[in-house]
């Protein structure tokens, strides 16, 4: 029997650091079309494909305030100290948002380390609100306001400065920012070399 392949959806190139799109604050999304829904899962099988956990819109090139993501690789095993918004937002992974926005932050704050698929192979310790109240829209249209820690509340946090302009580099405290200064400054000269040639 021959199978009927659905075709898959076609993955997106990733812009790097040193690309004026990523330095641009992205602008609010009027309506859910099916142009977007096609490109939100575009976006989902670029992250899944780079092995990442979140996806802004301007690291594929589109200034518009959308996000994915799934940090949620084992749905089952929530931490027993789970938020609400790990609870409530675990079923829908990956997760879709449109102009997804940090309402609250907590004072607490948790140090991790980040990296980001257009900041490639470089790591840092960020410092970042233990907690935030997200206020999105989802995909089908549906608002949602809920609290978000853990992974997700700061995979949350990323995505959204990306949205911002905001790149986790610039969250660094000073050491961190020296030890990964020379390879940024790199890897800024070959995305502006890429962008100088493609012109
Ligand atoms: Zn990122």
Same mark, same amino acid.
């Given at each position: 029997?021959?199978?009927?392949?659905?075709?898959?959806?076609?993955? %997106?190139?990733?812009?790097?650091?040193?690309?004026?799109?990523? /330095?641009?604050?992205?602008?609010?999304?009027?309506?859910?079309?099916?142009?977007? /829904?096609?490109?939100?899962?575009?976006?989902?099988?670029?992250?899944?494909?780079?092995?990442?956990?979140?996806?802004?819109? #301007?690291?594929?090139?589109?200034?518009?305030?959308?996000?994915?993501?799934?940090?949620? #690789?084992?749905?089952?095993?929530?931490?027993?100290?789970?938020?609400?918004?790990?609870?409530?937002?675990?079923?829908?992974?990956?997760?879709?948002?449109?102009?997804?926005?940090?309402?609250?932050?907590?004072?607490?704050?948790e140090v991790a380390s980040e990296g980001c698929?257009? @900041?490639?192979?470089?790591?840092?310790?960020? &410092?970042? #609100?233990?907690?935030?109240?997200?206020?999105?829209? %989802?995909?089908?249209?549906?608002? @949602?306001? @809920?609290?978000?820690?853990?992974?997700?509340?700061r995979c949350i946090q990323h995505e959204i400065?990306?949205?911002?302009?905001?790149?986790?580099?610039? /969250?660094?405290?000073?050491? &961190?920012?020296?030890?990964?200064?020379?390879?940024?400054?790199?890897? &800024?000269? /070959?995305?502006?070399?890429?962008?100088?040639?493609?012109?």
């Amino acid at each position: 029997m021959i199978g009927i392949f659905k075709k898959k959806p076609e993955t %997106l190139p990733l812009r790097h650091y040193g690309d004026p799109v990523l /330095r641009k604050k992205a602008r609010p999304i009027a309506a859910v079309t099916p142009e977007l /829904r096609k490109l939100a899962e575009q976006m989902i099988a670029t992250m899944y494909a780079s092995r990442g956990v979140g996806l802004a819109a #301007p690291q594929i090139g589109k200034s518009i305030r959308l996000i994915v993501l799934d940090t949620m #690789p084992g749905k089952d095993d929530l931490p027993p100290d789970a938020t609400p918004g790990e609870i409530l937002l675990a079923p829908f992974m990956p997760l879709v948002l449109v102009n997804p926005e940090v309402a609250e932050a907590s004072k607490e704050t948790e140090v991790a380390s980040e990296g980001c698929l257009s @900041v490639p192979k470089i790591f840092g310790d960020v &410092e970042r #609100p233990a907690y935030v109240l997200l206020r999105a829209t %989802l995909l089908d249209g549906e608002k @949602v306001e @809920v609290e978000c820690g853990g992974l997700l509340g700061r995979c949350i946090q990323h995505e959204i400065d990306h949205l911002d302009g905001v790149l986790f580099p610039d /969250r660094l405290a000073k050491v &961190e920012l020296e030890m990964v200064t020379e390879e940024i400054e790199k890897l &800024e000269a /070959r995305t502006q070399a890429a962008l100088k040639k493609a012109k």
